[in-house]
């Protein structure tokens, strides 16, 4: 069983263009997190996705920044109009609930540089 | 909302040290608790969890962690620590119900010869 899948693993954008992450989950998970991860911050939860669903935004810039989780294919976190403070590691998580206590199975990041 | 505190950004041990990292919470009800591990590079796993019963948790590598309520904390622990333990540790919290998780800012473990 295949892990939580995330692509591209290194972006490399110049200010101003667009930035768009992907996250494929687990087989069999419908709940999807993203996280943003700065150096000595932690993780900063981001939103959560259900199939077709934003459940909770409430850590997503109202600006530039956007998510989806399509019926079909991969999560998608997208960021229009970089700028440089966008750069960080970005996270994904599913899960197979939206229940607290499971465990949230993380990929491998990508890594989001704005020159 | 839910907050958690890991007040050690850095920590060094020598190989073979006993380990013990801190985290505090703060939640009104009983909280979901959970310890990962991240390797440079990489993403989260999880080491161990705690949402009821037993206040002393067994996790994976060799890893527990005891909740203590009136400490509102769940410091994880290691009798002996191994060079490949060498990570950065994060604690979180969930409160009851859907599943959004807090994470603290991590405590970078460096493990000496």
């Known amino acids: 069983n295949a892990g939580v899948m995330q692509n591209p693993r290194h972006l490399v954008r110049r200010r101003g263009q667009e930035a768009r992450l992907r996250c494929s989950p687990m087989?069999?998970?419908?709940?999807v997190y993203w996280y943003r991860q700065l150096p000595e911050e932690g993780l900063k939860f981001m939103v959560y996705l259900q199939k077709e669903n934003i459940i909770d935004e409430s850590g997503m810039p109202k600006e530039r920044f956007s998510a989806e989780f399509p019926k079909e294919g991969p999560s998608i976190l997208r960021i229009q109009q970089v700028v440089r403070g966008d750069s960080a590691a970005y996270f994904c998580a599913s899960s197979p609930s939206g229940y607290s206590y499971n465990e949230q199975f993380f990929g491998p990041g990508t890594r989001l540089t704005v020159l | 909302a839910q907050s958690v505190t890991q007040p050690d950004i850095h920590i060094t041990v020598s190989e073979g040290a006993s380990l013990e990292l801190r985290c505090n919470y703060s939640?009104?009800?009983?909280?979901?608790l959970f310890w990962y591990v991240q390797s440079p590079g990489q993403g989260l796993q999880l080491l161990l969890k705690y949402f009821s019963g037993d206040t002393l948790v067994q996790g994976i590598k060799g890893f527990e962690a005891e909740f203590k309520r009136s400490q509102s904390s769940f410091n994880l622990r290691k009798p002996s620590v191994h060079w490949s333990d060498a990570a950065e540790y994060f604690c979180?919290?969930?409160?009851?119900?859907?599943?959004?998780?807090?994470f603290g800012t991590g405590t970078k473990l460096q493990v000496i010869p």
């Open positions: 939640y009104g009800a009983t909280p979901y």
């Open positions: 087989k069999g998970h419908s709940h």
């Open positions: 979180a919290v969930g409160a009851e119900g859907y599943q959004k998780v807090t």
